[in-house]
């Protein structure tokens, strides 16, 4: 999360979380520990974003495709899961510098509530 288009990123989604229905909720998840990220969010007061850490079993990254073995790094993505536990929405960026496009996830999230 120390990395600028992680930082970026998280603290976008912070801000557009704030704007948003309750019922709908964020997670970064990255392979930081989660010390390290409880100490990321209490500097830059992201509270609304919640963090998991998948560095130990990197089980997330291994399920959705996104782990990069051989640095231990999660490619860039953004997945929207509806009411029904169902992705609405993936995004897999084709680099690790690249930011998804805020507003369409935004809107994607908004019509995965309507369904």
Do not use: H
């Amino acid at each position: 999360m120390d990395t600028d288009v992680c930082d970026r990123e998280t603290r976008r989604f912070n801000e557009e979380a704030a704007k948003l229905s309750d019922d709908i909720i964020i997670y970064t998840v990255s392979c930081d520990f989660p010390m390290a990220q409880k100490r990321w969010c209490g500097a830059t007061g992201v509270e609304k974003v919640k963090v998991v850490s998948d560095v130990l079993e990197a089980e997330f990254g291994e399920k959705y495709g996104i782990l990069i073995k051989e640095r231990r790094y999660l490619r860039r993505s953004v997945f929207i899961v509806g009411r029904d536990g169902k992705l609405t929405y993936v995004n897999y960026l084709p680099a690790l510098g690249d930011e998804p496009n805020y507003e369409e996830v935004i809107s994607a999230a908004k019509d995965a509530l309507k369904a």
